[in-house]
């Protein structure tokens, strides 16, 4: 994080992102608990560019950005942010929104360095949440939940549920979003927020998919914290 925020426009690799966590020791044993982790993120994006035969980009251009019809979605090769874009809230956001440009999102890269808008994220809700783009055994497979220690939020492949709401949510500097069905009501649920502002230590696009659930699927809520003991 020191790297990064002394020098937003600097480009990583993912070898240097994976030299990071590799200087330490792992946490646990896997499948011991859960711990999310860019760093499985990042390998898996090696893994997909060595079994595709292409680089992340053009393999996710390919087999998911094309046949989802998601035309305003894309792939960064850079720093590039295409206009009309929304600009960082943040206490240090006129340092870190200089130029065309802002922030350059290499250091997420297979984790969360992708760039898209409010009506191509909403197509692309209802299908990660069913599996349209995979073989129903891929479908079980990443269904296949996992607690977390949050109440209420389970993990599988790539995908949680929290209070029936499949999907995921992300968070780099400056910018947060939820993406997120309900296949019960056939509903879908997306945010984009250009703060990462935390509010009582809780991020702001939690609170927000929590709030406006407790409204229009109460049954349903984003999120929901834990009862008081």
């Known amino acids: 994080m020191r790297a990064l925020l002394s020098d937003p426009s600097r480009s990583f690799t993912p070898r240097e992102l994976l030299a990071h966590g ?40 390919q087999r998911v950005l094309r046949p989802a019809r998601l035309r305003h979605t894309l792939f960064p090769e850079g ?17 870190r929104d200089r130029g065309r440009h802002g922030l350059e999102p290499s250091w997420a ?14 197509r692309w809700a209802r299908i990660v949440a069913t599996g349209t783009l995979i073989s129903p055994q891929a479908r079980r497979e990443r269904l296949t939940m996992l607690p977390t220690g949050f109440p209420g939020t389970s993990y599988g492949l790539g995908i949680f549920e929290s209070g029936g709401w499949i999907g995921h949510n992300g968070s780099i500097p400056g910018y947060q979003s939820v993406t997120v069905h309900l296949p019960s009501w056939n509903a879908t649920l997306v945010l984009l927020l250009n703060t990462d502002v935390t509010h009582d230590g809780q ?23 834990a009862p008081p003991r």
């Open 109 to 122: 890269w297979a984790a969360g360095a992708m760039i898209s808008d409010l009506h191509d994220l909403r």
């Open 203 to 225: 991020e702001p696009s939690s609170l927000l998919a929590r709030a406006i659930t407790e409204v229009v699927t109460p049954d349903n809520v984003y999120d929901r914290p």
């Open 22 to 61: 590799f200087r330490h020791p792992n946490t646990f044993a896997p499948g011991e608990r859960f711990q999310y982790s860019n760093t499985n993120l990042v390998l898996l994006g090696l893994v997909v560019e060595k079994v595709g035969g292409q680089r992340l980009a053009d393999f996710v251009h």
């Open 79 to 95: 720093p590039e942010f295409p206009e009309p874009r929304a600009r960082l809230h943040r206490p240090d956001a006129e340092r």
